[in-house]
């Protein structure tokens, strides 16, 4: 099922890591581990935040691609189901 992760990064958690060189490790590291389809980073609501796509192939992945995003960057993380436009076209067609 593809998703969408949005981590939304504690201010100084993040500039913690940013001033200690180790920020940038750790969203390679996470991004690897990920394997996201896409990937976008900006300030939604003035906050750092990560949107990351990717497929979940069964729910007992959530504590490996969520878990580093609690633990090291005190990061508030919502996962939830999303569709591209052919998704949401095959999920139209079954309504009729």
Known sequence: MRVMLKATLDTEKANELIRSG???DLMR?????IK???AYFGTP???RTALLFFDLQDSSELPVVGERFFLDLNAEV???PIMNGDD?????????
């Open 78 to 80: 919502e996962v939830c």
């Open 88 to 96: 949401l076209a095959k999920g139209l067609s079954q309504l009729a």
């Open 45 to 47: 609501g003035g906050r």
């Open 22 to 24: 180790r920020m940038s």
């Open 29 to 33: 590291e996470s991004l690897e581990r």
């Open 36 to 38: 996201p389809e896409a």
